[in-house]
């Protein structure tokens, strides 16, 4: 604590001038509203906060630069890019077959499963209609036409603004004012809250460690649904709740970390009607579709047992693919081990999967959360459901989605998988079984994808 306070002294100017530049949001009365401009050209009536006052992550690097520099590695810090930086465009635009170049381009937008491009018109930003899959090096179109929203905007990517549609999710601080986009990227402040009343009491010289924690949110300090809240402010499907003020936008306006997000977002109905694939998800409600790890996670047992999303994510480290904090196996088998009281409950992890050690078929994560929703191409986002009943052949045989085992056998039949299964015997059997014959009696296309 006290070497903290003492290098933060030394630190006192550049912290004070970046408290001059906050932004101030509310008048504190609560219940009253107050007009408030947007970058984008939009106003907007933000309910009556006290203290929503950001600082911005560099300020808070200052105090904190393991975290920052940890942060600084994850995609996180690295969704919008400047297209001159090093390394940021992954697209090939000497393939472009589209009329725009990258002149056409003030900003990317991602760089894991596809780039897509972001141009400044006016004060806002629009998307250009084109986009790059990084998996298959190809260039395709973009234009949603099945998203909720679109009833909504006419049908010209000039008319659709990134800041109603977009920025909110890829930016820290539009979320929680509405109006303004504090920096790129989802940095400290998405997930901790806005830091100057904790940054204040430090430098007033606050030694108590109870009182300086007051002022910013530590998720892993939060019960644990409003935890898991905190990511899925950005990681869940959802709609604007009924009564919101901001019909059009596709983000929770006005959530703070540390509060009950389901005042913000309602989450998306899982089909149109009973029976229906949706956009978002399947006929039994898992997700088709990248970025709605959320609405699985918040089905499995997992959750309902107070697992987080960090428990196996960790923010402040890009070392392992998706920021998991152990890769491989190693990452379940901190909670999970053969006969533990968690499963699985067989005498050795191979007894289990039926498969060699060393086999693809014997990682967790290719059974419990394999690649059957689409991101950029199809059967590549990873299903957050963990329980396997949610994955298995069986729900291929009742809902047409693609199952674990036929993901990686694609020359094999679903009844294959369902015969191996039932073979396997397990505490499911039955319904293998069950499923086996219901196969027979109506015959459902085979589907790889
Ligand atoms: C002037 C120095 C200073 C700055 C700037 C600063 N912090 Fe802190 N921070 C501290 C100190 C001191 C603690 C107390 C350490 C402890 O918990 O014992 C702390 C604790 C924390 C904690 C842990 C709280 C808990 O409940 O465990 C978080 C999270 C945090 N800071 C985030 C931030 C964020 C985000 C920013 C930028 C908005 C920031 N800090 C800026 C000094 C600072
Ligand atoms: C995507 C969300 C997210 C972002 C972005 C993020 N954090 Fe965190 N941070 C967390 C979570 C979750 C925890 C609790 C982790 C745990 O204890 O398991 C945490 C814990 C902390 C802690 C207390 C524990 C520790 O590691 O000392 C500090 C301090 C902190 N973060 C600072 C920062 C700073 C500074 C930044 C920006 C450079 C940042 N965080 C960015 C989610 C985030
Ligand atoms: C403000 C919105 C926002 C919040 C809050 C947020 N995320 Fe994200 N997250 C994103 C976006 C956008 C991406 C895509 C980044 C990219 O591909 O460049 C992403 C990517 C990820 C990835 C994939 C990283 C990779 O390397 O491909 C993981 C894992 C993740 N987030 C977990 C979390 C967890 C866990 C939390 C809560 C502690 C969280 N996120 C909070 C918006 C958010
Ligand atoms: C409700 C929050 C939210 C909104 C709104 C949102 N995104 Fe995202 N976006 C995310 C998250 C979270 C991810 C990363 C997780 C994933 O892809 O599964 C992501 C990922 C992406 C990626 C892929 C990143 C990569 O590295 O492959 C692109 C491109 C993207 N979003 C573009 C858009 C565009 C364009 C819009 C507006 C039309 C938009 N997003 C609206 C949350 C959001
Ligand atoms: C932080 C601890 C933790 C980690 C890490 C963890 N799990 Fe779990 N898991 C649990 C708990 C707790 C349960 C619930 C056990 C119960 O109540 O029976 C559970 C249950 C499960 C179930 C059974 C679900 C059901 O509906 O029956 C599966 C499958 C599972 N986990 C897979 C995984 C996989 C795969 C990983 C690694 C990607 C993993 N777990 C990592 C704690 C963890
Ligand atoms: C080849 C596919 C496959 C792999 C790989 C796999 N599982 Fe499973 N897992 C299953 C199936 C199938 C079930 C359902 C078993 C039943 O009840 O019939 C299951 C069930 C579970 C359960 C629920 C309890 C139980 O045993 O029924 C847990 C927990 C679990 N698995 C954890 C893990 C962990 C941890 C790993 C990695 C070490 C893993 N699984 C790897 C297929 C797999
Ligand atoms: C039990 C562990 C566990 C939990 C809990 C968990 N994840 Fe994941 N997540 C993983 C693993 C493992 C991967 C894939 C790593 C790999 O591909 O090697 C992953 C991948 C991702 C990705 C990358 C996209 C993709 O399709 O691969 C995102 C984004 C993500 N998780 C977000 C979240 C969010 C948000 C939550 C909470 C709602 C969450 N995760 C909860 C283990 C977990
Ligand atoms: C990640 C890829 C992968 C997944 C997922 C997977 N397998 Fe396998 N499977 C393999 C590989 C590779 C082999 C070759 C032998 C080995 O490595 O054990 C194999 C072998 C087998 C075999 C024995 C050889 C044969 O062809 O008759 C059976 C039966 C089998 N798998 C069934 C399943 C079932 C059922 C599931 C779903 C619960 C499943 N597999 C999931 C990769 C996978």
Redesign the pocket.
């Given at each position: 604590m006290k070497t903290i306070s003492m290098r933060i002294l030394g630190k006192m100017p550049l912290v004070s001038l970046c408290l001059c530049v906050l932004f101030w949001a509310g008048d504190g009365t609560s219940g009253s509203r107050s007009e408030v401009k947007l970058a984008g050209g939009l106003t907007t009536p933000l309910e009556g906060r006290v203290g929503i006052i950001y600082v911005g992550s560099k300020v808070c690097s200052t105090c904190h630069p393991e975290n920052y520099a940890g942060w600084a590695t994850t995609?996180h810090s690295k969704?919008i890019r400047n297209p001159a930086e090093p390394g940021a465009l992954v697209a090939d635009f000497s393939t472009n077959p589209f009329s725009f170049t990258l002149k056409d381009a003030d900003l990317l937008?991602?760089?894991?499963?596809?780039?897509?491009f972001m141009k400044k018109i006016g004060d806002d930003y629009y998307?250009l209609p084109m986009q790059w899959n990084?998996a298959t090096k190809e260039w395709v179109k973009y234009f949603?036409k099945d998203e909720w929203w679109v009833s909504q905007y006419p049908e010209n990517w000039q008319k659709?603004p990134?800041s109603k549609?977009?920025d909110?999710?890829?930016s820290t601080g539009l979320i929680g004012t509405g109006t303004t986009i504090i920096e790129w990227n989802i940095a400290c402040e998405a997930c901790h809250g806005p830091g100057a009343r904790h940054i204040e009491e430090v430098l007033a010289g606050e030694q108590d460690p109870a009182k300086i924690r007051a002022n910013i949110v530590n998720p892993s300090r939060l019960p644990f649904d409003r935890a898991v809240d905190v990511c899925l402010q950005?990681?869940?499907s959802?709609r604007p709740p009924e009564g919101s003020n901001f019909p059009d936008r596709?983000?929770p306006v006005g959530y703070l970390p540390g509060d009950d997000l389901s005042r913000y977002r309602s989450p998306a109905p899982s089909s149109g009607r009973e029976g229906h694939e949706s956009h978002e998800f399947f006929k039994d409600g898992v997700s088709r579709k990248?970025?709605n790890?959320g609405n699985d996670f918040v089905q499995s047992r997992m959750y309902s047992r107070g697992v987080r999303c960090f428990d196996c994510h960790n923010p402040h480290s890009g070392r392992y693919t998706s920021m998991v904090y152990k890769p491989g196996n190693s990452l379940c088998l901190t909670c999970h081990r053969s006969n533990s009281p968690a499963g699985p409950f067989e005498d050795s992890i191979s007894g289990h999967t039926h498969h060699k050690p060393d086999s693809p078929g014997s990682l967790c994560i290719e059974c419990h959360m394999p690649r059957i929703g689409k991101?950029?191409v199809a059967l590549e986002?990873r299903c957050h459901c963990f329980d396997f009943e949610f994955v298995s052949p069986e729900r291929t045989v009742l809902y047409d989605h693609p199952n674990a085992c036929n993901r990686c056998h694609q020359d094999k039949t679903l009844e294959w998988a369902l015969r191996a299964l039932a073979d396997w015997s397990g505490s499911q059997r039955w319904r293998w079984l069950k499923a086996l014959q219901e196969l027979k009696e109506r015959p459902v296309k085979e589907t790889g994808d």
């Open positions: 995609r969704m937008l991602g760089n894991r499963f596809k780039q897509r998307i990084v949603p659709r990134t549609l977009c909110g999710c890829h950005c990681h869940l959802g596709d983000y990248n970025r790890q991101n950029a986002s």
